[in-house]
């Protein structure tokens, strides 16, 4: 199973909303990885967790906060977003220890905030 | 500073060859990444390198010079499902979870 899931696919949010985007894979990889992607750009690195503790937050906004509960399942907390946080947003995962372990990513959540 | 450069489109022709260039300056260098994406999909994994050296994976060959911070891939017998946009990504040797992505390469293939 080389399978990154996603939900949900599609995603419209107004800026006093909450929600949450959630992520699972169960190839036991030990790094866990949050992506933002705006159209004709490349993957924007959000959040890292390895082993289940935060390793990297690339000065992401409050306003999107991650949680890793296991270590097959990563969450994206989202509140008070702005229409510019509009996006793809992709869930990724890898192997830990080394350096030539690819990203798996999964299908991603389009997200719009209104 | 850190910078990928990659060709912004290319176009080729069904059947032909077509190789897409990436030429890095980084800080550190632990290997570098080849993904493909089609159009609102998520990025695969095409290729890894991190010695210098052609790879090869069936249609898909990607080679890298370490001294020259240069990178190619080379996609055979094109079809047109290859039509997609093509990221280059290394990872710094400061971090061995961080990748520094290429604008990708829109590559169109026509018939």
């Known amino acids: 199973d080389t399978e990154v899931t996603q939900t949900p696919k599609h995603l419209v949010m107004g800026m006093t909303n909450k929600k949450s985007l959630k992520c699972e894979q169960h190839m036991g990889h030990r790094a866990m990885y949050w992506y933002k992607q705006k159209a004709k750009k490349p993957p924007e690195l959000m959040f890292v967790y390895s082993y289940e503790k935060l390793s990297i937050n690339e000065s992401v906004p409050s306003r999107f906060s991650p949680e890793c509960p296991n270590s097959s399942l990563l969450n994206l907390h989202l509140h008070a977003l702005q229409p510019e946080d509009s996006a793809l947003y992709l869930c990724a995962s890898s192997q830990e220890g080394g350096s030539g372990y690819e990203q798996y990513f999964g299908p991603g959540t389009r997200l719009t905030v209104t | 500073g850190q910078n990928i450069d990659q060709p912004t489109e290319m176009t080729a022709t069904e059947g032909a060859i077509v190789q897409i260039n990436c030429t890095y300056q980084?800080?550190?260098?632990?290997?570098l990444f080849w993904y493909q994406q089609h159009a609102g999909e998520a990025p695969t994994f095409l290729s890894y390198?991190?010695l210098d050296g052609l790879e090869e994976k069936g249609r898909f060959s990607s080679f890298l010079s370490r001294s020259k911070g240069y990178s190619y891939l080379l996609l055979k017998e094109l079809q047109m499902k290859d039509s997609a946009s093509y990221l280059c990504a290394v990872r710094n040797a400061g971090n061995n979870r961080k990748l520094i992505w290429g604008l990708g390469t829109s590559l169109a293939v026509n018939p």
């Open positions: 390198n991190v």
């Open positions: 980084t800080s550190g260098f632990n290997g």
